[in-house]
């Protein structure tokens, strides 16, 4: 009688176990899906764009149309650090002609991107004009240092031939509406990670980054201790981080 008790009881267990996971598995996925919409990069970098999140059992497929090339790895890259995301299939396509790699149009973008990614510059007055690889800057900054510091950027991107910073420093120049923010840790993780890959001199470095709260860990190897202080430096200065720790080693 007790043996009957006992698999009766173990058949009710297994059957509300399976009842109960397509529901966890469920909310998982709408939960995920929810968590991109409301991230920081697509709230401010993506607003501008199409796109569809679809999540099954924390595979994502994302759909749709992008205004730029990078929106779709920024994209990819901010789903993937989301809590429960086992995979990403990219599906996203760009609107319009995708620019020749190298090309003036190309290096514009990238200038772009990699100057919004960073807080200690004004990206958002910031314009960008590229000839035959030589960008010229204009608009206003806070002061000589931020000048100099987007030259420094701007010069660090791959393709780049010369920068000439013609930006005037204005004192009481207003912040940009991306200070302030709370940013989650997916959305720093996907910053972080394309701040390096758009820097020449971190371009290369295999790296993994973890955010948690702000603080970015980093984690991988560099040829020598100045590739490892730059990633430092790079990331110290991406939107929403608070601190980095570097744990990358050299090969």
């Known amino acids: 009688m007790k043996a009957i008790i006992s698999v ?6 297994v059957t509300m176990l399976a009842i109960s996971n397509p529901a966890g598995a469920a909310n998982t996925d709408s939960r995920i899906e929810s968590s991109a919409k409301q991230s920081y990069v697509f709230k401010t970098y993506l607003q501008g764009d199409d796109i569809k999140i679809q999540s099954v059992d924390g595979v994502v497929t994302l759909t749709g149309k992008v205004l730029e090339e990078s929106h779709k790895a920024l ?24 620019p020749a790699k190298s090309s003036d149009a190309w290096l ?18 910031t314009e960008v004009d590229v000839h035959d690889g030589v960008v010229t800057l204009r608009g ?15 010069k660090d991107v791959e393709g780049v031939k010369d920068v000439i910073n013609e930006m005037i420093v204005k004192k009481n120049s207003k912040k940009t509406r991306t200070e302030g923010r709370k940013i989650d840790d997916a959305s720093i993780t996907a910053l972080v990670k394309m701040t390096l890959l758009y820097h020449r001199s971190t371009s290369a470095i295999d790296t ?29 200065d991406v939107n929403g981080v608070k601190s980095v720790n570097n744990q990358m080693t050299i090969e």
């Open 208 to 236: 993994k980054v973890e955010t948690n709260r702000g603080v970015v860990k980093l984690i991988g190897k560099a040829k020598d201790a100045s590739e490892i202080n730059l990633a430092t430096k790079y990331a110290n």
């Open 140 to 154: 206003d900054t806070a002061s000589a240092a931020k000048k100099e510091l987007t030259t420094e950027y701007a």
């Open 8 to 13: 009766s009881m173990l058949l009710a267990v």
């Open 75 to 98: 994209a990819q890259e901010t789903v993937a650090s989301l809590p429960g995301v086992k995979s990403v299939d990219n599906r996203l396509e760009m609107k319009g002609e995708i």
């Open 108 to 125: 514009t973008t990238k200038v772009k991107m990699t100057l919004l990614f960073h807080r200690s510059v004004s990206a958002g007055r």
